[in-house]
């Protein structure tokens, strides 16, 4: 996909209405095409809403944004809104709600949809109207409906039974021959950008782009594998409450966790439940389903630290040869052999897959795989100024939520660049969340 800033509004339109179509056969995908009625009703998990919320939800937002604010349409369903707003209602309260039965929101964001794409041909992305320019608010809705659809993959991870979602076909990418092995990559000392301000469609709390400057640092050259973290298992590391943060130890204890989510140890070994099916841990895979409190324990038992998002970020993105930060790790156009993102397997790929993804400095998978925790807490950049509302990114900030990077095998690549922040709290183990150790150059 060419860069979007290199397009011409009829051009642009066009790539929004294949990509509105693409995520919405996605969305269908996860939900109508294969559940039945009880499935997409039902709650599997306080954690989560019912399928049948999130599919009018994606629905209801996009009236929102491109019906009535980007077309000046007159609302379809305004008794609906508080139904499908995420603030008025938790998701454990949200299958008492009377929400849309299957068929009716299926038929409600269809006639959303056809309306958005009548009315497309008419808004003009006019520069001097931020919520248009540059096709900002399509951006925003085609990101918000990939961002359920991963939503959708946790809410199928959790459900017992039956697997309801096929393998994807085709092979697995080849591994580098350094794959798996593990080491680390120097990041000298020096300023770079971080975030940006031209990006069209990248939101808030990404903005504006600014300089830090870093003392230097090692970072791993992959996620922290299955096999690494087995061997933190091994050491007794969830039973030895120095590599714990006091409120993780306590979130251990309180739980007897004694493993990454969806692990159970059988007399052959370690298994998983990924999507219905029950398999061997695969020891190359990174490890997924890990909270930020087993992160950074692991870390600890290791010798080192979680990176924080500014080291992330700068070992993503920034090309220490050209001076600048690049929008992916290995450039500013999206190419599909570089990461595994968008689905195109329901798991991560194997540690030291897709070498031509690395980065400038050379670490890989940065992008795609797993979502990686940072030790940073969830804070709007210097200058930050909230857009197009509060409840994206600034209700969020302060130390209760900590910073994910990269995206997952389940994240579209339109909803993820180098300067993507992700928050979450630090219990959180149904993401498809993993990451990769850091570590002073200089001793402090």
Not at 342 to 348: E, K
Not at 392 to 415: M, N, Q
Request: net charge negative; glycine share 8%; aromatic share 12%.
């Amino acid at each position: 996909m060419k860069p979007l800033d290199t397009l011409d509004e009829d051009a642009l339109k066009e790539l929004i209405a294949g990509e509105l179509g693409r995520v919405r056969d996605r969305s269908l995908g996860l939900t109508t095409d294969v559940l039945d009625e009880t499935d997409l009703t039902g709650q599997v998990s306080p954690l989560m809403s019912p399928l049948v919320w999130d599919l009018a939800h994606v629905g209801n937002y996009e009236e929102l944004w491109l019906l009535r604010a980007a077309a000046g349409i007159e609302p379809m369903r305004p008794e609906i809104d508080t139904l499908y707003d995420a603030f008025e209602h938790p998701r454990a309260e949200r299958p008492s709600l009377p929400l849309l039965p299957p068929r009716e929101a299926r038929a409600y964001i269809d006639t959303v949809r056809a309306k958005v794409l009548d009315s497309l041909s008419s808004v003009r992305f006019d520069t001097d109207a931020p919520l248009t320019s540059g096709g900002f608010v399509y951006g925003m809705v085609v990101q918000h409906e990939h961002m359920h659809d991963e939503t959708m993959l946790a809410t199928h991870q959790l459900r017992k039974g039956a697997p309801a979602l096929l393998e994807p076909p085709g092979e697995a990418p080849p591994v580098s021959p350094a794959g798996g092995a593990g080491g680390e990559v120097l990041v000298e000392a020096g300023p770079f950008q971080m975030g940006t301000s031209d990006d069209p469609w990248a939101y808030d709390n990404e903005r504006p782009g600014h300089i830090v400057d870093l003392p230097s640092y090692y970072i791993d050259a992959e996620p922290v594998t299955n096999a690494a973290y087995l061997a933190f298992m091994e050491a007794g590391g969830y039973d030895d409450p120095r590599w714990w943060d006091a409120k993780g130890w306590e979130w251990r204890t309180a739980g007897n966790k004694r493993a990454p989510a969806f692990w159970t140890r059988e007399e052959t070994g370690w298994v998983r439940r990924r999507f219905g099916r029950v398999e061997p841990v695969p020891p190359t895979e990174p490890v997924q389903h890990v909270s930020w409190y087993e992160a950074d324990a692991y870390a600890r038992w290791a010798g080192k630290r979680l990176p924080t998002e500014a080291e992330w970020e700068k070992a993503a993105c920034w090309d220490p040869v050209a001076g600048r930060s690049r929008r992916y790790p290995w450039g500013d156009v999206y190419e599909d052999d570089r990461a595994n993102l968008g689905q195109r397997m329901l798991r991560p790929s194997e540690a030291g897959s897709y070498e031509k993804g690395a980065s400038a400095y050379g670490v890989r998978q940065m992008v795609g795989d797993v979502w990686e925790w940072t030790s940073s807490d969830f804070h709007g950049y210097p200058g930050f100024r909230s857009f197009p509302y509060k409840e994206y990114s600034e209700v969020f900030f302060g130390p209760d939520y900590k910073v994910l990077r990269g995206g997952s095998w389940a994240t579209h690549p339109l909803a993820v660049r180098g300067t993507f922040r992700n928050w979450d709290y630090p219990i959180r183990r149904q993401i498809f969340t993993g990451f990769r150790c850091a570590r002073s150059a200089v001793a402090a």
